[in-house]
Every structure is written in structure tokens, then in C-alpha cells.
């Protein structure tokens, strides 16, 4: 995903002085809203310009090598600094707890690099040297765990234009998959496992055209779209790659949907395939800023190609473009939560445009909730969302934020 603003330099001062000075609100069912979460206001965990991140993507929880059950390492992207990140979440989590308690602290501001935070691989999206000169995304993006090799992940990598494997402890990648039909992918953004019924591993991953933005035009303008038909598949996609049990691919790359015009985030709630489509600028005939979409596809037989897939659902929001200073449907968790009905709810988290969207994903689903951390003066947008120890972590311009869960999964269960 982007960051769209025409200076990356003043987005980034902007951001930092709204995060500093204004709180986020939330509006629409705040009854669903204080269901799921505890608090109403975001906190910091890891600030941006303390630990010199730009835009963070693709968060995963994954176990500590030995660790106990909560002993969590939380891991993202940058993707304009092409560094993949871990996080020690408890002690991370500790130490924020010791600074709110302490009188006059401010734990947002403390560099936590090489302390809590350090840099899994270098250089995350391995980009050929030639292009590192205008590439404004260099870096890779969405990340997927393996669940039966949880140090071992797929990684999106913009600067090679590709998925990878890599190797959490070693740094190191190979390729899966790069390229369709002979021709070279964009860039995927965003991936999701899954095992179908039949136990083959799928990798599902989007290819929008972020790969191709340019440091001296860093805005969703027409010539992005110029350089996927020149120089990619000739369109933006939906893909899966069949996986071995160790997470190699010598298999071809399936096409799902050529249709969508900035296919982005992608997961799965049960056997449906959810993909959002991250819409900004003002160019794209009904994919313009302010509008937040999510898009719904069911398979017809999981034993056939991926030609079975049906989009079978849209979900559409949209508030006036000048109500935010940016985003859009970007990355989500789905969620399950227990309503004072005691019913179980699926929703997504998602991020929107504005901030941070609860997505009813039942009763003909909707846009039920929203906190507005993108507000004037550039506030924090939001581009992805991991769910795990209680909290909802929400990666983007400001670094890592976190809005406590209001259930744990032990009061879920």
C-alpha cells in the first residue's frame, strides 16, 4: 500500500505533530465499538520518527524460539525503508506500562531500536540495484506465517516483484512466484495462507500497482496504470500459488480476479475469500478517495483451478473525500466477538479511509464503526491490522499502535 501525499518528507512532520496534539474519535454503533475494544483512544507503541520508521505494513505475531505461550514477537515492514522489523511484544508491552505509571513520561517518544525492535532482514524487498534510484516502495509488504514453520514466512516484496520465503532467523529468501503467464508481476502487497480441504497449501496475494510508484511521484496518479500495462501483466490482480509442506513453489501462478482496481489487503473469514480495494486520488471511475471497499468471493469447487472463484459480495463505504486527510481500505484482521446478546459476530478490522473500520460481516454487511485517526494535519493512517494478545495492532504512518480488546480469548471461548 501507499502513503499518498505529494511530499513523503511533510507527511511524515504532519503526521508526527497531529499524533502529538489531537486525539482520535469514534463514531457510528459505539455499542458494537465498546464490544470489541476496551478504550476509545489509541495508544503508541513503537513511534515512528523515535525509531526512524516511514510506513509500516504487514503485521504478524509469531512465537519466540523456547518461549512460553503469551512469549510473542510481533513482526512488520517498512516498506519505503525496505527493512522487515521484529518486536519483542512483552517486553515492549512491559515497558510501556512502566512509563504510563511514571509522572511526566512520555512513552510514545522512546526509541526502542536495537533495545525491543530489531531488523530481521535488510534490504527487505530486494531490489535490483537499478531501480533503488526512483522506486518509492522499495521494500517488501504483507506477510504470511507458516503454521507448521512459524520462523519461516512469505514475504511481498515490491523491489523484486515477487513472494518469497523468508528465513525469520537467517534473513534469507527464495523466491516463489514472480511471474504470470510469462510476464512479471507488479509488486504483490498483501498475502494469506490456506490449506484447502483436500491439505494443499495455497498462497493468495494481491498485485496492485504500488510497486511502480515513483520517489518523485508519490501519489496514485494514471501512470501507474501506464507502467502495468507496460511493463507487468496488464493489470492489477488476485493470484494463488500452490505451496510444498516447507513452503517452496514450483508451480504456476493462478489468476482469481483482473477486475479490481487496487486490490490490497486479502484473508479469509471461513471458506471466503475477502479483498480489499484500496481506492485514492481522483482519477479511478468509482475507486476515489473517500470511498472504502471490500469485495467478497466464494468458491464454487475446491476441487477445480482458481476459476472457481465467484465474487459474490461487495461492501462499499463512502463519506466525502475532504472528511479525512487520507486512506483507504488497506489490510484487516477478521475478528469474532460476543455481542451483550451473547451472540457470536464476525466483523473485519480493517483499515479505511480515515482511520481504523469495524465491518459487519453479516446482515448484508456495512461499515458500522469507524475511528478517525487520519484527521487534519495528517494524523496517523492506517495500513494493516494483527490481532493477538489482547490487543489490536494497527501498523501505518505513525509507527505501531494498539487498542486494547475488550474479550480475551479465554472470556470468548
Known amino acids: 500500500m501507499m502513503m499518498k501525499l505529494p511530499s513523503l518528507f511533510v507527511s511524515f512532520v504532519l503526521a508526527y505533530a497531529a499524533a502529538e496534539e489531537e486525539s482520535s474519535s469514534v463514531t457510528g454503533d459505539l455499542e458494537i465499538w465498546d464490544s470489541i475494544f476496551a478504550s476509545r483512544e489509541y495508544q503508541i507503541l513503537v513511534h515512528a520518527q523515535a525509531n526512524n520508521l516511514n510506513w509500516t505494513e504487514g503485521p504478524v505475531l509469531i512465537k519466540n524460539n523456547d518461549g512460553g505461550e503469551d512469549d510473542e514477537t510481533l513482526l512488520f515492514s517498512d516498506t519505503i525503508a525496505a527493512k522487515i522489523y521484529s518486536l519483542d511484544l512483552d517486553k515492549a508491552l512491559q515497558d510501556r506500562a512502566k512509563d504510563n505509571n511514571k509522572p511526566n513520561s512520555d512513552a510514545t517518544n522512546n526509541n526502542i531500536l536495537n533495545r525491543h525492535l530489531h531488523v530481521v532482514k535488510e534490504r527487505s524487498g530486494d531490489c535490483p540495484q537499478k531501480d533503488e534510484n526512483w522506486r518509492a516502495e522499495p521494500g517488501g509488504n504483507g506477510l504470511g506465517v507458516l503454521s507448521h514453520t512459524p520462523r519461516k514466512l512469505v514475504v511481498c516484496q515490491h523491489g523484486a516483484q515477487r513472494i518469497a520465503m523468508l528465513d525469520v532467523d537467517t534473513g534469507e529468501t527464495h523466491p516463489l512466484a514472480s511471474k504470470y503467464k510469462g510476464k512479471r508481476l507488479n509488486g504483490p502487497n498483501d498475502v494469506a495462507l490456506r490449506s484447502e480441504k483436500n491439505g494443499e497449501l495455497f498462497a493468495y496475494f494481491t498485485d496492485p500497482v504500488y510497486a511502480w510508484l515513483e520517489k518523485d511521484r508519490f501519489e496514485d496518479l ?6 502495468v500495462k507496460s511493463d507487468g501483466p496488464g493489470h492489477c490482480g488476485v493470484y494463488r500459488v500452490k505451496l510444498t509442506e516447507d513452503g ?3 508451480n504456476e501462478v493462478e489468476l482469481i480476479a483482473s477486475d479490481k482496481k487496487r486490490p490490497n489487503g ?3 473469514r471461513g471458506e471466503s475469500l475477502i479483498v480489499s480495494d484500496c481506492c485514492q486520488g481522483s482519477h479511478l471511475e468509482g475507486c476515489k478517495s473517500g470511498t472504502s471497499r471490500w469485495r467478497i468471493f466464494e468458491q464454487q469447487d475446491q476441487e477445480s ?4 472463484w465467484v465474487d459474490s459480495e461487495t461492501i462499499e463505504d463512502s463519506v466525502p473525500a475532504d472528511a479525512a486527510s487520507g486512506g483507504c481500505a488497506d489490510g484487516f484482521a477478521v475478528y469474532e466477538y460476543v455481542n451483550r446478546e451473547k451472540i ?8 479505511c479511509f480515515g482511520g481504523l473500520c469495524i465491518v459487519d460481516l453479516e446482515s448484508g454487511g456495512a461499515v458500522v464503526s469507524r475511528m478517525w485517526t487520519a484527521i487534519e494535519h495528517g494524523g496517523c493512517r492506517v495500513s494493516n491490522v494483527a490481532v493477538g494478545r489482547e490487543y489490536a495492532f494497527l501498523t501505518g504512518s505513525c509507527g505501531i499502535l494498539t487498542l486494547p480488546l475488550r474479550q480475551s480469548k479465554d472470556e470468548e471461548a
Open 222 to 227: 494514471p501512470y501507474l496504470d501506464e507502467r
Open 248 to 250: 517452496n513453489s514450483q
Open 266 to 268: 486479502i484473508g479469509f
Open 305 to 308: 483451478s482458481s476459476s472457481s
Open 344 to 351: 457470536r459476530k464476525h466483523v473485519l478490522l480493517s483499515s
